[in-house]
């Protein structure tokens, strides 16, 4: 089920602020999280609107050069399909990156474990950095179905 529809998700406001910080423009977006009946696991399908001249490719780059360096972020391939099941006990988040030409939107489909990334693993995360240690000491970005 989507929960939290209709602009008052807690975190769209965050998404907004960060993207506009790194394109120097006004944005609205819109970010929906889906609860589905699994143990684990949140997808999350966030819709923007792009200029009508932009291609799957130049929006696929901007992903890629934006979190090449993110040991825990993965932006996948086209064509590769996000499954929350391949997340399950690691601090990954992957993206899925779309493109609707027809509307002018780019769907950015995000999938975390809930308790990992979601609660434990951001916990243990922040704490390493706080404290100086390797931002991924005793987490892994790999799941163990993956």
């Known amino acids: 089920s989507a929960y939290k529809v209709g602009g008052v998700h807690q975190h769209t406001p965050e998404i907004e602020e960060n993207i506009q910080r790194i394109t120097k423009k006004e944005i609205k977006l819109s970010f929906i999280p889906i609860l589905a009946p699994m143990p684990r696991g949140i997808l999350a399908t966030i819709s923007a609107t792009v200029s009508a001249d932009i291609t799957l490719t130049q929006l696929q780059d901007t992903f890629e050069n934006a979190y ?79």
Do not use: M
């Open 68 to 146: 090449a360096k993110e040991f825990f972020i993965e932006v996948l391939t086209q064509g590769e399909t996000l499954q929350t099941s391949s997340l399950t006990g690691s601090n990954g988040l992957q993206i899925q990156i779309s493109l609707d030409k027809r509307t002018n939107k780019a769907i950015i489909i995000t999938g975390i474990d809930n308790l990992g990334k979601g609660a434990a693993g951001q916990a243990i995360q922040n704490a390493n950095l706080i404290c100086g240690f390797v931002e991924n000491t005793g987490l892994t970005p790999v799941g163990l179905h993956a």
